[in-house]
């Protein structure tokens, strides 16, 4: 089955700038993005890679940086890699309506050593060590009672900080240095 289906189903190429290519261009390994999504509700994507697509959780609040601080993690469709550089204005009326912006973005390692990403996906508690410009450090997403919904925590290591929390004081794009406001310009 096309993991991309519900992907392409939701979209109308001819409208949307979202791209529909499948290749990751960092070769350094499996890699995650963070979408700041400005749509009808303000929300951050998270999206790591697994079996050739992107995994991809919805979070209100974004990630903390605070292993006491648990952040709603609502599933979504997978994506394609291509997805990982997109950024820009999704038109109103199209599905995921509103401004994207590349918040964080890198590689990450599996710290399950006995079993897979997929497997620990199926189990409902995935736990990778990020490698990003604004993240770093352990995470872990774990499945709730409810269906789609999923907890985001920082892991207790050296990586974890109470004070200092990016989704507030680091607002720009990685890729383009923008803010969402300067990407809406355009
Ligand atoms: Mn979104």
Redesign the pocket.
């Known amino acids: 089955m096309d993991k991309l289906g519900e992907y392409i189903k939701k979209r109308d190429f001819e409208k949307t700038p979202e791209p529909g290519d499948n290749k990751r261009n960092d070769t350094r390994g499996p890699i995650f993005v963070i979408?700041k999504?400005s749509?009808s509700n303000l929300?951050y994507?998270f999206r790591l890679e697994m079996n050739g697509v992107l995994k991809?959780w919805?979070i209100p609040k974004g990630p903390s940086l605070n292993p006491s601080e648990k952040r709603l993690a609502i599933e979504?469709e997978d994506h394609p890699l291509g997805y990982a550089n997109f950024e820009g204005t999704i038109p109103e009326k199209e599905y995921?309506g509103?401004t994207?912006l590349v918040w964080d973005k890198g590689v990450f390692k599996n710290l399950k050593d006995k079993m897979s990403l997929e497997e620990s996906y199926k189990k409902g508690q995935i736990e990778v060590w990020l490698e990003g410009e604004k993240l770093e450090g352990g995470y872990v997403l774990v499945k709730t009672g409810r269906e789609d919904h999923w907890l985001l925590i920082k892991m207790k290591d050296d990586k974890a900080d109470r004070r200092r929390n990016p989704v507030s004081t680091e607002p720009k794009s990685v890729i383009s240095g923008k803010t969402i406001k300067e990407l809406k310009k355009n």
């Open positions: 979408q999504h749509a929300h994507d991809s919805a979504t995921g509103g994207v």
